[in-house]
C-alpha cells in the first residue's frame, strides 16, 4: 500500500506565491516519474507538472515559467513552487507517483494519486 500526502494548498491573492509538497510512504521498491495534476470545478483534471528521477522536469504551457517542480529522492517527496499565481490555477491539485511495488515474486508498476489540496487564488 502506497500513500501520497499533499500539503501547502491554501487561498492566496492574485500575484502570490505556494509551496505544494507530496510525501510518499508505505510499501514499495522505488519511485519513478512524480507530478502534480489540477482540477478546477466542471473541468477535467489537468496535467501540472512531471518530473523524473533524475530530474528532467516538464512543464504545461499555462505553467511555464511560474511554477518549478522538484523532488527529493532520500524524502520521497515532490515539491511544486507556484509563484505569480492567477484566478484561473485555482483548483484542486493532485500528486502522482509511478511507483515500483512488489506482488509476491512480481514487481508492478503503479499509479498512485494523493487526497488533492485545494489552492485558490483571490483576484
Known amino acids: 500500500q502506497v500513500q501520497l500526502v499533499e500539503s501547502g494548498g491554501g487561498l492566496v491573492q492574485a500575484g502570490g506565491s505556494l509551496r505544494l509538497s507530496c510525501a510518499a510512504s508505505?510499501?514499495?521498491?522505488?519511485?519513478?516519474?512524480m507530478g502534480w495534476y489540477r482540477q478546477a470545478p466542471g473541468k477535467q483534471r489537468e496535467l501540472v507538472a512531471t518530473?523524473?528521477?533524475?530530474?528532467?522536469?516538464n512543464y504545461a504551457d499555462s505553467v511555464k515559467g511560474r511554477c518549478t517542480i522538484s523532488r527529493d529522492n532520500a524524502k520521497n517527496t515532490v515539491y511544486l513552487q507556484m509563484n505569480s499565481l492567477k484566478p484561473e490555477d485555482t483548483a484542486v491539485y493532485f500528486c502522482?507517483?509511478?511507483?515500483?511495488?512488489?506482488?509476491?515474486?512480481?514487481?508492478?508498476?503503479?499509479?498512485?494519486w494523493g487526497q488533492g489540496t485545494q489552492v485558490t487564488v483571490s483576484s
Open positions: 502522482n507517483a509511478l511507483v515500483l511495488v512488489a506482488r509476491g515474486f512480481i514487481n508492478y508498476a503503479e499509479t498512485n
Open positions: 508505505g510499501s514499495f521498491l522505488s519511485i519513478n516519474d
Open positions: 518530473i523524473t528521477t533524475g530530474g528532467s522536469a
